[in-house]
């Protein structure tokens, strides 16, 4: 049984930072993409960022230049640090992992983490 399992939301001011990580455990190999999205109250679920297994990223334009995605393959970890909050970032936050296990893709995610930015 594979768990993907997160840690690092909160309440944080306007123009600060956190930092989320998530952990994946249980019987998965060859993780080509790990990402994570998010879920505003009233809204769909939208990506925020991803990053493959060579180190590619990818981000949601609300978020350049103010979020990192990056991740360890030994640990199975993926870490979002997250600066220069704003208001709007206020979501649950939602790891991803997909995964080739040949003949089978496999697509997890996170129990969610709540990131709550405000004065």
């Known amino acids: 049984q594979v768990q993907l399992v997160e840690s690092g939301g909160g309440l944080v001011q306007p123009g600060g930072s956190l930092r989320l990580s998530c952990a994946v455990s249980?019987?998965?190999?060859?993780?080509?993409?790990m990402g994570w999205y998010r879920q505003a109250p009233g809204k769909q679920r939208e990506l925020v960022t991803t990053?493959?297994?060579?180190?590619?990223?990818n981000y949601a334009d609300s978020v350049k230049g103010r979020f990192t995605i990056s991740r360890d393959n030994a640990k199975k970890t993926v870490y979002l640090q997250m600066n220069s909050l704003k208001p709007e970032d206020t979501a649950v936050y939602y790891c991803?992992?997909?995964?080739?296990?040949?003949?089978?893709?496999?697509?997890?995610w996170g129990q969610g983490t709540q990131v709550t930015v405000s004065s």
């Open positions: 991803n992992v997909q995964a080739v296990m040949i003949p089978f893709e496999y697509d997890y």
């Open positions: 249980g019987s998965i190999s060859n993780i080509v993409i």
């Open positions: 990053i493959t297994s060579g180190g590619r990223t």
